[in-house]
C-alpha cells in the first residue's frame, strides 16, 4: 500500500472509535465514541490530535495521508495472556488441561534453551500478532531465561509494548523444563534488572501454576516480587476441576486455589490470574478487594473444555477483566476470533454482550488489567499510536451482512463474529505502519 516513513507526521483518516468509560458500567452512548470520516493525527510516536480531515491536513501539511475511509480506526488489540512458546503447537488435537501440558506443550517448551529457535518462534509469533492487529501483549515464556530474551529482543527492535516473564516450574513437569526455588528467584531477578521497563518491555514475574511450583518456590517469587512490586506477577488460576482437585491435593492447607498464591505473598494489584473460572466467593471477594486483575481466555476455555467464564458476576465485582487467546491452549492468534468466542460463551450463560463490551475487553480492558491503560488501549490524545484500522467489509459473507446494518454497531458486530487477520486493514506500533493489506 503506502510506505511507512518513520517518525514522519501521518494523519489517519477513517471512522474512529475511542472509549470515554467503561461500557460494562455506563450506559453505551457515555461510554463510547464513534466519529466518521475523522482524521487522527500522529507525531512520532504518539496521537497528538483527532479532528476534522480538513483542519488536521491544513494545520499539518507535511505530513503523510492515509485515507481509510469507512473503515474503523481504534486502538491495536492487547492480548493480556498468551504462550508465545506454544505458536508451533496450536491446534493440538484430544487433550484436556493437564494431559495437554504434558503431550504437547512441555515437549516443544523444552527447546527454548536454544537461542536461535526461540528468536525464530519469536519473530514469527510477533508477525501473527501484527497481521492479526494485536500491538502489545502478556505472554509466558519457558523456564529459560534464553526463552525471555527472545521475545523481549524481538519485541524491542519492533518498538512493541510486550509483558514478559520467565516460567517458574520446579515440579510436576519434565526435568529438562525444572528450574529451582533459588534459581527461578536468581534468573527472575536478572532479567528484571535487564528488561524492565526497559523502553515499552515490562517484565511479569510468572509462576506458572501452583502444581508446577513447590510452596518453596512460590514463596522466593513472593519475596522477589516484594522487591519489586512495580512488576506485575502472571499465573494461573482455577482453570479446570479436575486441575482445581489436583491443587487441593498439593496443597491441602490452603483455603482454595487463590490462597495457594496469596499464603506466599503473591496476591496483590499487579497480579493477573488467567481464565478464573471456578472461583468460591472467598476468591471472588479477594480479587475485588485487593484490585488484581483476571484474564478471560475463551477460545482456549472452550478448546481445552474448562468451563464458562461467568462474565456478569465478575464485571460487578468491579474486577479489571482482560480479554486473551492464550495460544496455544487458544485455538486463534486472533482477538477477532476471541470475541467472537467470548460473545457465545456469554450467551451461554444467557448474557449477550454488546460489540462495544467486547472491544473494550479487547482493548481497554486488557490494557486496565495490566495497569498499562494510561498509555494504551484507546484512541486518545497524547497515547501512543498503536492503532489499527479494521474493514469492516473483509468478506462476502461479513459484506452481505453489514450491506444490512441499520447502524454502527449493526455494521461493527459481523465483524467482530466473523472476522480474522483478512479484516486487519493496517496495524501502526508507535506510530509506525507495520502492516498493511492492499486497499
Ligand atoms: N496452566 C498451566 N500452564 C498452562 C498453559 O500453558 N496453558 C493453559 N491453558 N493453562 C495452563
Ligand atoms: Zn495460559
Redesign the pocket.
Known amino acids: 500500500m503506502i510506505n511507512n516513513v518513520a517518525n514522519k507526521k501521518k494523519i489517519l483518516i477513517g471512522t474512529v472509535l475511542s472509549f470515554t468509560e467503561n461500557p460494562f458500567h455506563y450506559g453505551l452512548t457515555d461510554s463510547v465514541n464513534i466519529a466518521e470520516n475523522t482524521a487522527v493525527l500522529i507525531d512520532g510516536n504518539k496521537i497528538k490530535e483527532i479532528g476534522s480531515p480538513n483542519q488536521l491536513v491544513a494545520s499539518a501539511p507535511d505530513a503523510e495521508v492515509y485515507n481509510f475511509q469507512e473503515k474503523l480506526l481504534m486502538s491495536g488489540f492487547i492480548d493480556a495472556h498468551a ?1 508465545y512458546p ?1 505458536t508451533p503447537i496450536i491446534a493440538s488435537w484430544g487433550k484436556r ?1 493437564i494431559d495437554w ?1 504434558n503431550t504437547y ?1 512441555f515437549p516443544e517448551e523444552e527447546k527454548y534453551g536454544n537461542s536461535k529457535y526461540a528468536e525464530k518462534i519469536a519473530e514469527l509469533y510477533l508477525n501473527f500478532l501484527i497481521s492479526n492487529g494485536t500491538t502489545s501483549v502478556s505472554t509466558y515464556c519457558t523456564t529459560h531465561p534464553e526463552s525471555v530474551d527472545a521475545i523481549f529482543s524481538t519485541a524491542q527492535r519492533r518498538n512493541m509494548c510486550v509483558v514478559a516473564g520467565k516460567n517458574a516450574m520446579d515440579r510436576n513437569a519434565p526435568k529438562a523444563l525444572l528450574d529451582t526455588p533459588q534459581s527461578a528467584y536468581d534468573e527472575s531477578k536478572k532479567l528484571i534488572h535487564k528488561w524492565h521497563r526497559t523502553g515499552r518491555l515490562r517484565y511479569a514475574i510468572t509462576p ?2 501452583s502444581p508446577t511450583s513447590s510452596p518453596e518456590q512460590l514463596s522466593m517469587l513472593g519475596e522477589l516480587w516484594a522487591e519489586y512490586p512495580d512488576c506485575l506477577m502472571q499465573t ?1 488460576l482455577s ?1 479446570q476441576v479436575d486441575e482445581i482437585e489436583w491443587v487441593k491435593s498439593l496443597f491441602p492447607n490452603s483455603r482454595d486455589y487463590l490462597d495457594t498464591y496469596e499464603q506466599f505473598g503473591l496476591l496483590g494489584a499487579n497480579a493477573i490470574f488467567g481464565h478464573a473460572i471456578h472461583l468460591k466467593k472467598r476468591e471472588i471477594d479477594r480479587l475485588r478487594d485487593v484490585g488484581a486483575g483476571v484474564v478471560h481466555c475463551p477460545t ?1 476455555n472452550t478448546f ?1 473444555g474448562s468451563g464458562l467464564f461467568d462474565m456478569e458476576h465478575i464485571q460487578k465485582q468491579k474486577i479489571p477483566v482482560g480479554l486473551a487467546t ?1 495460544t496455544g ?1 487458544g485455538s486463534s492468534f486472533s482477538m477477532l476470533r476471541t470475541m467472537a468466542s467470548c460473545y457465545e460463551i456469554a450467551q451461554l450463560r444467557n448474557n449477550a454482550l454488546h460489540p462495544a463490551q467486547l472491544l473494550w475487553l479487547a482493548t481497554m480492558g486488557s490494557a486496565k488489567a495490566l495497569h498499562l491503560e494510561k498509555e494504551i488501549g484507546n484512541l486518545k490524545v497524547g497515547y501512543i499510536a498503536d492503532v489499527i484500522a479494521i474493514d469492516l467489509k473483509s468478506t462476502d459473507v461479513i459484506t452481505q451482512r453489514a450491506d444490512l446494518a441499520i447502524d454502527i454497531w449493526e455494521a461493527i458486530f459481523p465483524t467482530l463474529m466473523m472476522g480474522d487477520d483478512r479484516a486487519i486493514a493496517a496495524t501502526f506500533i508507535a506510530g509506525d505502519l507495520v502492516h498493511s493489506k492492499k486497499m
Open positions: 504462550h506454544q488441561l501440558l506443550t506458572r501454576f494461573h482453570e482456549s481445552i492464550d491452549g
